[in-house]
């Protein structure tokens, strides 16, 4: 079997900066409810006609990342593309970034799995290149969550938190057996599917039923959170999947160098930073300054800390995501 490796790391995020007191000209909340219970102090947001979308936001990531790893273009494999918001219900946001790219007939795939798709997508690339099925494959994980949220009070327990941005990586063929992809753990827990949802419009909520009712009231296709719920679960579940891959690597959390968690909640990555004994320099947090950027969320934070120096040859690199579905993973990373 063969090894995996990150050869090129690329982020993009929007200039359009919304701090929390932009916020409060919109709805009823104000910078220090936000910070307490969020840690943001700010967000990026798309401008209406500055030509972002989830897919372009997406090709300046990769564009830098592809450059970065020194392979051509035409090297791509396969391209991965997780989000929770695509540029259209179909195709998925993974062709157009080949469009974009000019890259001609290599497989491009969608991935589900919100705040987890990151996660999901580097496992499913590393399988593809453990198999020797492919030797380098584009990750990218992109969202533009502002042109789908209720930015008046009514919305507010879900707005503040989610913001703009794209990562992406390339994953390769590695060379050497020590560094390169560990471990990857995935788990989902379907019962709590609607816990933390967009479910219309939908195949269930078919858009002309939508437009008959034309009903304002309807918040249907704006995400619904149970906040509570989900933090309950995610300080759980980062900790169980975490464990998971130190075990099965025969590690301790003793021996982790950086922790690159999913930035759902500056509160979380605290509390898992608490429960693991790390330093602050141990854990990379960005959330402050983006936001939730959901499948953004890892690329950017390990692009941002692998351009801080923060990560280091040898390092023991541990990446963990929870989120809607419920859907959570790990991967660990000898750098
Ligand atoms: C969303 C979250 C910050 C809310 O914090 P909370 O302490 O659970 O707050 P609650 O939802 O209980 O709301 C408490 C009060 O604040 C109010 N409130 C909600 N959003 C507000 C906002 N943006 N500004 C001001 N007040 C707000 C609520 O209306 C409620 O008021 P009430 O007590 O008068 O009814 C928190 O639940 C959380 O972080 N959950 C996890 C979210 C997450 O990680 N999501 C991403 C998953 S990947």
Known sequence: MYKSKITGMGMYVPEN??????????MDTSHEWILERTGIESRRHIKKGDGNTTATMGVKASRIAIERSGIDKNDIELILFA?????YYFPGSGVIVQKELDIPTCPAMDIRNQCSGFIYALST???FIKTGMYKNILIIGSENHSGG????????????????GAGALVLSRSSSEETGILSTHLHSEGKYAEELSLIGPSTRRWVPEIMAANDAEDTSYYPYMNGQLVFKNAVVRFSEVIMEGLQENQMTPDQIDMLIPHQANLRISQFIQKKFGLTDDQVYNNIMRYGNTTAGSIPI????????????????????????????????IRW
């Open 17 to 26: 900066e919304i701090t929390n007191r932009d916020l409060t000209a919109l």
């Open 83 to 87: 989000t929770l918001s695509p540029d």
């Open 125 to 127: 690339a590393d399988q």
């Open 149 to 164: 949220l209720d930015m008046t009070t009514r919305g507010r327990g879900v707005s503040v938190i989610f913001g703009d």
């Open 301 to 332: 934070a390990m692009t941002e800390a692998w351009e801080a120096g923060k990560i280091k040859s040898g390092d023991l690199v541990v990446l963990a995501a929870f989120g809607s579905g419920f859907t959570w993973g790990s991967a660990l």
